[in-house]
């Protein structure tokens, strides 16, 4: 079995909303193959889960998971309460994990403080390979194969041999799903920020008053807040906070004091 192709890649890439089932069926064809069921989520922080153009649910027209399955991202709360959803918000690369923790390619000392007390219950799996699927604007997918036999517990062989293309396939689909279905982007295109701006916001994310920002620049309050109204207008932003919030998801400042 080829496990990596440029054939499978452009399967699992949605380029329409009438393409999406042809790709979900490509990946759970990819994840059958490997004795894997998939679980996708395009936005951990959203209850609702990957449909086709007709509005079905891939997780059950496709995916196979029936309506008894207590699949982790059909539950509002296990969206707060997994381990593998809390593990997919410190790490971006593929990664496995059962009851005895997480393992990755590379060390992740985040990872070691999640707790996995009671796994199976609140991951609703005991053991699963994970893709983490960090997109535009802070919004966080994640795919999560689980094994067809639902005893199995350790998943070093199949992690070491497949989360590689593994999390190709998985960031593809999730990536090319959320681009095409995105009916309204999360920032307007023309956002470009003044070198002026990015200042008065880099202290605004700090903590500083339009005060203290205009004694910092040497600049009127006056000044101050003409860049700050610009710049909340510009990202289409209602307030101050959602100003820098906004502009920190672009990069134009970092949040980490």
């Known amino acids: 079995m080829q496990l990596l192709s440029q054939e499978k890649i452009n399967a699992v890439r949605v380029t329409s909303p009438q393409k999406i089932k042809s790709a979900a069926e490509a990946l759970h064809a990819i994840a059958q193959e490997c004795g894997m069921r998939v679980a996708p989520a395009h936005d951990l922080a959203d209850k609702r889960t990957p449909v086709d153009a007709e509005g079905n649910m891939l997780a059950t ?4 998971w029936s309506d008894e399955d207590r699949v982790w991202w059909q539950n509002s709360r296990i969206a707060l309460d997994s381990p593998l959803t809390t593990a997919c918000r410190f790490e971006s690369q593929p990664f496995w994990a059962n009851a005895e923790g ?5 060390n992740n ?3 070691r403080s999640i707790d996995v007390a009671k796994f199976e219950q609140r991951a609703m799996t005991k053991a699963a390979i994970v893709v983490p699927v960090h997109l535009p604007f802070g919004q966080i997918g994640a795919v999560s194969f689980n094994p067809v036999d639902r005893t199995k517990t350790d998943l070093t062989d199949d992690f070491n041999a497949m ?6 396939y998985a960031r593809t689909f999730i990536a090319t799903y959320v681009q095409v279905m995105g009916s309204m982007q999360a920032l307007p295109s023309g956002s470009r920020l003044s070198k002026r701006e990015v200042e008065c916001l880099r202290w605004a994310a700090i903590g500083k008053t339009d005060i203290e920002i205009s004694l910092i620049m040497s600049r009127s309050r006056a000044t101050v807040r003409f860049h700050i109204h610009n710049a909340a207008t510009k990202l289409n932003a209602v307030n101050r906070s959602q100003t820098v919030f906004k502009a920190a998801q672009l990069g134009y400042i970092s949040l980490h004091t």
Do not use: M, Q
């Open 61 to 64: 027209s496709v995916f196979g």
């Open 102 to 106: 997480f393992r990755t390619r590379e």
């Open 109 to 111: 000392p985040y990872l």
């Open 163 to 168: 989360s590689d293309a593994f999390g190709l």
